[in-house]
């Protein structure tokens, strides 16, 4: 069982929504669709549904052209952010009602509503209404719903994104036990770079209608093949630095410089991009090899138990996240801490040139 999207575009007047998209996702695997808001998440996703034609390009299922068969006529369910159950309909009517349409006998909707309600937790609810459950029992009334159909494939466009940070792990820890037992091919709208690897599977990064990157999800995090996509897959975005490669060195801002070691050595002379992740800028120095940079502070926000400083280095907007709470002067210039091992080196057409050490050695 594959899903496969080749050549796939959608516009919509003069607007392009998905460039030319070429996707192979196989049968029993989660896949993520990472990007920021109108990246093209949903339009992509609606074409793999048939709830879109593209226009060009063919969508293929099964080996079988599905381009332009309607949505009803495919083995396809999905789950939207605002999830929807029907409100005077008890949970067991509400998961039973796709399988009533089809037309199947009342043992078979029972033993599948059953089922289905043990494995998303909700035997104990099946005769409440929807308005007595919570928002993450809600969700799971809708998932389950949409997994009754016996669909193929699952969309579940950014399904967590109405529900508090407590509902959201209950359920990002559940749906991958959701998808393993189902069997289907899963695929997981999100703007959170966390979440598409708390998801693992495969992951797709998106950016202005253009998939920059897919495999699996560690693999895409840790060696992203361009700028862009580093961009995408960290959160908040990467930050960047020109730098030149003369000799030995690498030459950063500020006069710093770095050793040029292992494949780094390898880069011929001339200019390039640096690119750090904001976990990695520190404001104490822990490695004797970090480099220093001096940059002013611009904003800072408390999370509890980290700060991100937002800075300004010689027009370039940084953010480092950094442990503990720190009291901190909006103005000050900061001297701020980069371990040369988390730094990712880009060409000047920002395609990756060299991964981070760090992500070597993962």
Request: net charge negative; proline share 6%; charged share 20%.
């Amino acid at each position: 069982m594959t899903l496969e999207l080749k050549g796939v575009t959608k516009s919509v007047g003069a607007e392009t929504h998905i460039h030319p998209t070429d996707l192979t996702l196989e049968k029993g695997t989660m896949n993520v669709l990472l990007g920021p808001t109108l990246s093209g998440k949903t339009s992509l996703m609606r074409l793999m549904a048939g709830l879109d034609v593209p226009n060009a390009g063919r969508v293929i299922w099964n080996g079988q052209d599905v381009t332009g068969m309607r949505v009803q006529d495919r083995k396809v369910a999905m789950v939207y952010q605002q999830f929807i159950n029907y409100p005077s309909m008890t949970v067991y009517d509400n998961i039973a009602s796709p399988m009533r349409l089809m037309g199947l006998d009342r043992a078979a909707i029972d033993a599948r509503v059953r089922e289905t309600a043990e494995l998303m937790k909700l035997t104990p609810m099946l005769n409440r209404t929807p308005l007595e459950l919570s928002g993450g029992q809600q969700q799971r009334c809708a998932l389950a719903r949409a997994l009754v159909k016996g669909a193929g494939l699952v969309l579940l466009d950014e399904p967590l994104a109405n529900l508090d940070y407590k509902l959201r792990e209950e359920l990002r820890v559940e749906i991958p036990r959701i998808f393993e037992a189902s069997g289907a091919i899963f695929v997981y709208a999100t703007t959170e770079p966390e979440e598409a690897l708390l998801l693992g599977g495969n992951t797709a990064t998106l950016w202005e209608g253009r998939v920059t990157q897919f495999g699996p999800t560690p693999h895409v995090y840790r060696r992203p093949v361009d700028a862009t996509t580093a961009r995408v897959f960290s959160d908040p975005p990467m930050n960047f630095l020109p730098i030149a490669k003369t000799g030995a060195r690498l030459m950063f801002g500020d006069g710093q410089s770095a050793p040029a070691t292992g494949k780094l050595a390898e880069l011929a002379d001339g200019r390039y991009t640096a690119g750090f992740r904001p976990n990695h800028l520190e404001i104490i120095q822990h490695t004797a090899d970090a480099m220093e940079f001096t940059a002013r502070l611009v904003v800072t926000e408390l999370t509890g138990s980290e700060t991100f400083v937002h800075l300004d280095h010689h027009g370039e907007r940084w953010v480092g996240l950094v442990h503990g709470v720190h009291d901190l002067a909006i103005g000050e210039d900061l001297r701020v801490h980069l371990d040369p091992a988390h730094v990712y080196i880009f060409g000047e057409d920002g395609r990756l040139v060299a991964p981070a050490a760090y992500a070597l050695a993962a």
